[in-house]
């Protein structure tokens, strides 16, 4: 139904707007007394089999949603009734910022991907926040943090440590994202030298606390195996928690849809950088001897796309691109999946 009725309907509408129409409506329902509860048993699977620990913490299931769906912590719960084992928040940015103009998503329904140049378009930490004051103390909450645009990358260091400090106390684990291809000069800051500067003064930070909370990078599909092994070292070296692969790609190569889309500028999702997610994984993998969790993230659609990723090295997995393709009962399905794989 979802594919043959309701997402044709949706994609007539531009994709920012199909989104806060969705999430408006899906409020509004779920505030009706009965409604929560049988969305819950429509989408969520629970099983003991599907519970993962993961740098200390119990996920009910391995599949979460990625960074970006909810930015500033406004949907959290009405995702955690569709299925998820975890949601994670942002990108949250010091400051609120509009991000860049519109229009910046576009679909490539050929390719079942998309591409945005969003700019951390977010109400900042502070809104975050109060969003956040209401949680489910049962429901995990990651928070992606980021610069603000502005900030030039010398002084990127004290963006990332304003957002740390503010949303330590109402998240569960942190990650640091300096690998979306939308925000001038942001990339830069995966080179060896700021990124360990970066990475070693939050752990300074983290291990002041009474309890430290884990803190994962997540870092771009483009890099090099030059690259990735610096990853490797950086991680290890800063004694980071993980690392999420992948973020979206600058790539193009091999897509189907109409170049006029294509040739948008922005980071690609979805479909097409299944495959170069997987291979990332899977170099981490092994270069690292598993020696650090991996949140893999990159053109999940199925059960056997989940899989994929799993069996490259991946902890647990994220969905973005892949759950406005696929509707509300991807979730379930990915976990009946892995069930059935044993």
Same mark, same amino acid.
């Given at each position: 139904?979802? =594919? ?12 920012? !707007? ?10 509004? &329902? ?10 819950? *048993?429509?989408?969520?699977? %629970?099983?003991?089999?599907? %519970? ?10 391995? +599949? ?47 390719? %079942?991907?998309? $591409? ?16 956040? !004051? ?5 429901? $995990?909450?990651? /928070? ?26 109402? +998240? ?19 080179? =060896? ?7 070693? %003064? ?32 950086? $991680? ?5 928690? #993980? ?6 790609? $600058? ?8 170049? *006029? ?5 922005? #980071?690609?999702?979805? !479909?097409?950088?299944? *495959? ?10 092994? &270069?690292?001897?598993? *020696? ?34 696929? /509707?509300?009962?991807?979730? =379930? ?8 794989? #044993?």
């Amino acid at each position: 139904m979802y =594919k043959s009725l309701i997402r044709p309907i949706l994609f007539s509408f531009p994709p920012e !707007k199909a989104h806060q129409l969705v999430m408006g409506i899906l409020k509004a &329902k779920l505030a009706v007394p009965g409604v929560r509860s049988l969305f819950k *048993s429509m989408f969520t699977l %629970e099983d003991k089999r599907l %519970e993962r620990e993961v740098f200390g913490i119990k996920f009910p299931n391995p +599949v979460g949603l990625a960074a970006g769906f909810d930015k500033n912590a406004d949907y959290y719960k009405q995702m955690s009734v569709l299925g998820f084992g975890f949601v994670e928040i942002g990108t949250v940015t010091p400051v609120g910022q509009p991000g860049n103009p519109a229009p910046r998503m576009f679909r490539l329904p050929a390719d %079942e991907g998309l $591409i945005n140049r969003m700019g951390f378009n977010n109400g900042g930490v502070e809104v975050a926040i109060e969003n956040l !004051k209401s949680r489910p103390k049962d429901l $995990i909450i990651g /928070g992606n943090i980021g610069k603000n645009k502005v900030t030039p990358n010398n002084e990127a260091i004290n963006d990332y440590i304003t957002a740390f400090d503010a949303l330590f106390d109402y +998240v569960d684990y942190f990650v640091v994202n300096v690998s979306s291809p939308n925000t001038p000069g942001l990339r830069a800051l995966q080179d =060896k030298g700021p990124l360990t500067e970066i990475l070693n %003064e939050l752990q300074t930070r983290n291990q002041k606390k009474s309890h430290p909370k884990p803190i994962l990078l997540k870092i771009a599909p483009d890099l090099t195996d030059s690259q990735l092994d610096d990853i490797v070292d950086i $991680i290890t070296d800063t004694k980071t928690d #993980g690392v999420i692969a992948t973020n979206t790609t $600058i790539s193009r190569e091999g897509l189907k849809t109409d170049q *006029s889309v294509t040739e948008e500028m922005g #980071g690609l999702s979805g !479909k097409p950088v299944k *495959s170069r997610s997987t291979a990332v994984i899977k170099y981490l993998h092994t &270069k690292s001897k598993g *020696s650090f969790p991996i949140i893999g993230v990159g053109g999940i659609q199925t059960a056997e796309d989940a899989i994929e990723k799993l069996d490259a090295g991946a902890s647990l997995i994220q969905v973005y691109t892949g759950f406005i393709y696929e /509707g509300p009962a991807m979730v =379930k399905n990915i976990c009946k999946g892995i069930l059935a794989k #044993g």
